[in-house]
């Protein structure tokens, strides 16, 4: 437990620090959306690396969070910080009612009902003209506030989005070493033998669902006040393939984890640049070299790397890296 | 190790530089289209021809002396990536101006991003919300629906035909124009008598169309982008329909006419002048940089220029002269923009002021149909 504490605070100083040798450069903005990206990554493995349940439709909760906040302050005249609360309620109930007919179905069965719940959001987007502004978007969100401190600057919003993002961190790790986290492990590896253990799996894998969804949503909302302009596009199909690819990457039930994947799969597209028009087959290699030799993720396949390389190369360059 | 690295480097430095003539720094030009992704039909051209301006203004030696350098990234058309490339290009890149997005969505959404930074911005997207309200520090070269609408709708008033079924794409392009078809019908007398939508990636447009050709109007006018309405081209034979249908400006290639075949005889659309420039006459204002683009595109990609390279031509020529004539700061160039007067490009005639900038008028679109898998202007 000790250990743990000090791993957070380690990465959490990190997270601090971060913007200071970048000075405000243009990857301080990306690392605003390495944040939000983790959080979503973040909750879906609670509900697919902890609890055994797949998502394909996490972006229809994150648009859902996008879109409340931006129609209740746009349409509404609502306090942001306000419409955040309502929205992520909104959504919790709406999760709460949905999870109990989703998640009695199992495997592809439960994709497909997932994947359905995000072109339906995504379709409601596009349709409801008045409200949302349809394809063409909603602009003029306003920015968050906190009295006079306005978040209207990329090192602002860093902090804000992060500070949500560590909250989620440490909520997530306590959640997973206490006994409900043990029950949902429990679950994944046998729902039967859980059942029999006394725990009550189908009430369990709702309230996971749920809070996974909640915490895409606060994402929403922090989202559509950072960019104050949203189109349905960003909540597409595609994305939420995106956050589960990023789940996968980073290592299937590991809180760290889901971090390095929304980082990797973000920064990656930057790095990948230098090739121009091959970015995209070079992207897909590491993907699949990736997938295929560390099935464990970043989070497993990193040390094992270091591992390999470590007793070859004692006392070299490897440590200044 | 360390040594031997910065002693190569070091001298591949010299290297560059004594090859390198010690001119002035090159100025800086970001660009964001969407080369990959649903809206690489806008993104690839767009792009093609940017560079190609750039390397054709180089070879004439520059602007006032100094080369252009060109940095173009790709948005994929994705709203989130295209405002952290817009602050790459404004932050690391410190680019004295912005071209592009291709699409509204993009624009839309990196339109912050460059008010904030004071950064010129100009769109290559047609979205009328784009240039309305006059926002100080973006232009778009990309001609608004409101004049492509108003283009047919005054065809349909010189023939006498008053009844109309629009049939639109639920997508940004779409919905725009099924706003101005419906806002200008009063205006010219025009009645809707049925308002359908289709999805992008629909492959039938039979139902609606049977709906339609209940409602017996005069005229049908399609609005999307392709494929859609080359499947609703197919759709309309197989059903024999025989009223005269009219797409948007959004299909104004020869792609169109490749994906519709035969079923494209007939149809009729605005478009900007570049599908006909031969057919123009000599006194048209444009007919000598449409010639000029569509020759060079042909050099140098063996492909035909359309109308949406165009927007990045109009893009970087006006830029071109916004720097010879205001210098290479952001501000000058903005004001310098902003005083353009009658430049006559690829989507028509700029005429930029402190309140418009988007700078087109009706003049911009010609309404073009299609005889014998080829264009004809429509008298």
Redesign the interface.
């Known amino acids: 437990m000790r250990s743990d504490r000090i791993k957070f605070l380690a990465f959490a100083l990190v997270v601090l620090l971060l913007p200071l040798p970048l000075s ?3 990857l301080t ?2 690392l605003i ?1 390495v944040g939000i990206n983790g959080v979503l990554a973040l909750g879906l493995n609670l509900l697919l690396g902890y609890a055994g349940q797949i998502s394909l439709g996490q972006a229809a909760f994150f648009g859902l969070g996008a879109y409340g906040s931006g129609v209740l302050t746009t349409q509404f005249g609502f306090n942001p910080w306000v419409a955040m609360v309502v929205v992520a309620l909104c959504v919790a109930l709406f999760a709460f009612a949905l999870g109990f007919p989703v998640l009695r179905l199992k495997g592809h069965y439960l994709a497909m009902a997932t994947l359905g719940v995000g072109v339906i959001a995504n379709i409601a987007f ?2 409801t ?1 008045d409200l949302t502004g ?4 909603l ?1 003029g969100i306003p920015n968050l506030a906190i009295g006079t401190l306005t978040f ?1 600057s ?1 090192l602002k919003n860093y902090y804000l989005v992060w500070c949500f993002a560590l909250g989620m961190i440490l909520l997530s790790l306590n959640l997973v070493n206490s006994r409900f986290g043990r029950a949902l492990r429990a679950i994944h590896d046998s729902e039967v033998a859980a059942r029999v253990m006394g725990v009550n799996a189908r009430l369990m894998k709702v309230q996971v669902f749920t809070l996974s969804a909640v915490m895409s949503a606060i994402m929403g909302s922090l989202y559509c006040h950072v ?5 349905p ?2 909540f597409g199909f595609s994305f939420s393939v995106e956050i589960l690819t990023m789940v996968v990457i980073g290592g299937l039930g590991s809180v760290y984890g889901s971090i390095l994947g929304a980082l990797l799969l973000t920064l990656l ?2 790095m990948l ?1 230098t090739f121009q028009d091959y970015d ?1 087959i070079v992207y897909g290699l590491l993907l699949v070299t990736m997938t295929i030799y560390m099935p464990g993720g970043l989070v497993e396949g990193i040390p094992a790397l270091f591992r390999l390389i470590m007793p070859t190369k004692k006392g070299s ?1 490897v440590g200044n890296a | ?1 360390k040594k031997l690295v910065s002693t190569a480097f070091a001298s591949l430095a010299l290297f560059c530089m004594s090859t390198a003539a010690l001119a002035a720094p090159p100025i800086k030009i970001g660009a964001l289209f969407a080369v ?1 992704g649903p809206a690489s039909f806008l993104g690839e051209p767009e792009r093609n021809t940017a560079q190609m301006v750039v390397d054709e203004i180089n070879k004439a030696g520059g602007v006032k002396g100094r080369k252009l350098e060109l940095i173009t ?1 790709d948005t994929g ?5 295209a ?2 490339l817009a ?2 290009l ?3 890149d410190q680019v004295v101006a912005i071209i592009g997005p291709s699409t ?2 993009d624009t ?2 990196v ?2 991003v460059v008010e ?1 930074a004071q950064v010129p911005l100009i769109s290559c997207s047609a ?1 009328i ?1 784009i240039t309305e309200p006059v926002k100080k520090w973006v232009f778009k070269t990309a001609q608004n629906d409101t004049l492509a609408v108003a283009r047919i709708y005054e065809q349909l008033k010189k023939e006498k035909k008053s009844k109309v079924a629009i049939l639109t794409v ?7 124009g099924r706003e101005q078809l419906k806002a200008q019908a009063k205006h010219f007398g025009i009645q809707i008598v049925s308002d359908d939508t289709y999805g992008p990636k629909d492959t039938d447009m039979t139902p609606q169309l049977t709906k339609i050709k209940s409602a017996k109007p005069d005229a049908i006018i399609c609005w999307g982008t392709n494929p859609g309405p080359a499947v609703i081209a197919r759709n309309a034979k197989q059903l024999g329909l025989a009223i005269p249908l009219y797409m948007s400006h959004g299909v104004s290639s020869k792609k169109f006419i490749e994906l519709a075949g035969d079923a494209a005889e007939g149809i009729r659309l605005p478009s900007g002048k570049v599908l006909v420039a031969d057919l123009l006459p000599k006194s048209d204002k444009q007919k000598g940089s449409l010639l000029a683009f569509i020759k060079d595109y042909q050099n140098h990609y063996r492909a035909e220029g359309d109308h949406f390279g165009g927007h990045a031509w109009d893009a970087m020529m006006l830029l071109k002269g916004a720097i010879e004539r205001g210098g290479d700061t952001p501000a000058g160039i903005r004001n310098a923009l902003e005083a353009t007067r009658n430049f006559a490009g690829i989507g028509g005639v700029f005429s930029y002021s402190a309140k418009d900038h988007a700078g087109l008028t009706k003049d911009a679109f010609t309404l073009v149909e299609v005889r014998k898998k080829d264009w004809v202007l429509v008298k």
Not at chain 2, 170 to 176: I, R, V, W
């Open positions: 405000g450069g243009y903005n990306v959306f596009n349709e003209v349809g394809p063409s978007g602009s209207d990329d960019m104050t302009f949203i189109s596009t960003s597209p930057e640049r995209i360059e | 190790m990959t990234y058309g994705d709203a989130t990536k405002v952290q602050n790459k404004v932050k690391n509204t969505g839309m959404a339109i912050p904030k979205g919300k639920s997508d940004s392009f779409g919905s725009s």
